[in-house]
């Protein structure tokens, strides 16, 4: 769907992760989260970020290496840096629905804020944290710099009682190589319960066929989170029905219709509290096709549409691998978010400015570079452009990021997709 094409082009791409000393999980952090629940606020001319709450969970569910170094560059950053030494101790990166917003035509008008959410490992010690949004040229447009005392009183503990029921859908046979991914009930009621876990089972089976996924089945936790809503179905905004569900979700986001989004992200990680997870899948209770996925945010999708299938697949490879639509169209709402002059940091999209970084290496001797689309078959993994002079390229014709009729990830999306598996086991 959208989402991030939103993000699409926006900005610098740092492509594969730096190589940086080693760093003792146990050194600087305890086994517990620190969640990070922040404001962005503002509009197409200036933005700025408020930290909302802080709030401590009983466990850890992310990664214990790789602490320093981001696999992708994102649209947004969150730095720790340890208070006594200054020293970089943690980092993730991440996009917003936020910075999707300020390209909107109503950014230019109003003024809005947005929940965002972020989790990091609990330091041990006084901790510095810099927040960091990048504009669409990959240039810092805005920071926010507060401390971490980890003995502050008004640390909010969550997630001890009165957790959300959960079940395992699937194990990975190395918990603490996991990488931890949530399927959220959105829409559905207590008595509909056993639909959405018929749906996240569905979603599970779906993902693993798809490469690489299915390769590093072993390594992944899919839980479902069955969080109850109060009415049946999400809320559509058009219709002017407004329903009482578990995270708020609605259609008709920055007024199109098949935008499905929840702003209610501080609602969303409540329900979380106290269970294992890095990352989110909502699944809405609805028939009506849409849905989006945000780096690093959320996947959120329908469950009763006839596509389903392809469509949970491919926003999960927006929110879990940073993947660019590969679709591209003239008129779009979020088409001035699109920027031609730089590398996307996407890794399956490229303006050129810095191919090497790229799928460059994936391609087979000779292949022009732009290739023209009547050379598709002698060049399969080649460099076409995605709409005549945007000067914006993908690596295949067709791929599970572009339509839904297509069965597969393109060879350029599964090694993107495999790099970033590899940064969170190895």
Known sequence: MRKIKKIVLALLCSGVFTVVQAQDFNQYFENKTLRLDYIFGGNAQEQFIVLDELVRYPEWAGRTHHLSENALRGNGQVRLYDEATNQLIYTTSFSTLFQEWLSTEEAERATKSFENVF????PKQKTKVEVVLFDVNGQEKSTLTHWIQPEDILIHDKGIVGVTPYEYIHQAKDNSKAINVVFVAEGYTAAEMNQFVEAAKVSVDEILKH???????????????????TDSGVSVPRKGEWKKTAVASNFDTFYSERYLTTNRLKQL?????????????????????????????YTLTTTGHKDFKPVVVHEFGHSFAGLADEYFYEQDVLSDFISNQTEPWEQNITTLKDFDAKWKSQLKKGTPVPTPLNQAKKYPIGVYEGLPGNGIYKG??????????????????????ENLIHFYID
């Open 119 to 122: 989790l990091v490992p609990f």
């Open 396 to 417: 295949e014709l067709e791929c599970r990021m572009r339509t839904n009729q297509h069965d597969k990830f393109c060879a350029v999306c599964q090694h993107a997709i």
């Open 211 to 229: 490469q690489p996924f299915g390769q590093f089945d072993d390594y992944f936790n899919f839980i479902a989170v069955k969080s109850p809503s």
């Open 269 to 297: 990680h409540d329900l979380l509290a106290g269970i294992p997870y890095e990352h989110i899948i909502i699944l809405a209770n609805t028939n009506v096709y849409g849905g989006g996925g945000i780096y690093n945010s």
